[in-house]
């Protein structure tokens, strides 16, 4: 916001002045207005975005040593600056979401996915998969429904909504959900093989995703399993 502020009164102060220099009319400054308020923009929003940068890669410092708390405490760190900057807190939510999900802390990262950028595909189809998991099947609808309106080019996050829809035995709305995909992702062949499972009544194989499939938790490991079905052993 502070950002935007600035560029507009430094594109107002340049109209003015190559307006008076240029014989005092002043059309004569809105092209050297129209650019310093372009160019002052990206320099401050440039600024911004590096300063986020900076404490992000802090906190991935902690991250790599195990220390969730004090990583996610120095994300928050950088939420002033969405003061400066669009887009920032709501990005920095995502963030935040998605590493207390993938630490199984559901009840403490929704909030978060909540407010995260809805075309961060990531967080907002995790937010679905939480909504699953509490079977609340409408509100996962119209999550994941606005999540791919918003990014239409995503595979996997189609595949995400048709699979918890299969899993609430509503296969038939996953087919159209696949269909869906395939008119804006053409030729993929996950999405293809899945569609043609659900068709022939068979199970959806997720798994092709490896880890990007596994951070949603609807589905363990192989190694996981294995370790799982030994400790019931």
């Not at 916001?1 to 002045?17: D, G, K, P, R």
């Not at 050297?32 to 911004?48: E, F, T």
């Not at 093989?193 to 798994?207: D, E, H, P």
């Amino acid at each position: 916001m502070y950002n935007l502020l600035i560029s507009i009164a430094i594109s107002v102060a340049t109209t003015a002045l190559f307006s008076a220099v240029l014989g005092g009319k002043i059309w004569y400054g809105i092209g050297p207005g129209v650019i310093a308020l372009i160019v002052a923009y990206i320099l401050l929003a440039r600024r911004s975005m590096k300063q986020v940068e900076g404490i992000m890669n802090s906190a991935q410092e902690e991250m790599k040593n195990q220390r969730i708390e004090r990583g996610v405490e120095i994300m928050k760190s950088a939420y002033p600056i969405g003061k400066w900057q669009f887009l920032v807190s709501s990005q920095i939510d995502g963030q935040i979401g998605y590493i207390l999900y993938m630490s199984k802390k559901f009840d403490d990262a929704e909030p978060y996915l909540r407010r995260a950028f809805k075309k961060n595909w990531v967080p907002r189809a995790m937010l679905g998969t939480l909504l699953y998991k509490r079977k609340k099947y409408d509100e996962m609808k119209e999550v994941f429904e606005d999540a791919v309106q918003h990014n239409k080019k995503e595979a996997l996050l189609w595949n995400i909504y048709a699979y918890c829809l299969w899993k609430t035995n509503e296969r038939d709305e996953a087919i159209k959900v696949l269909n869906r995909a395939l008119e804006h992702i053409k030729a993929d062949d996950k999405t293809s093989s899945n569609l043609k499972a659900l068709q022939n009544n068979k199970k959806m194989k997720m798994r092709g995703w490896n880890l990007l499939w596994y951070q949603f938790h609807l589905d363990a490991p192989p190694a996981q399993q294995a370790q799982m079905q030994f400790r019931r052993r």
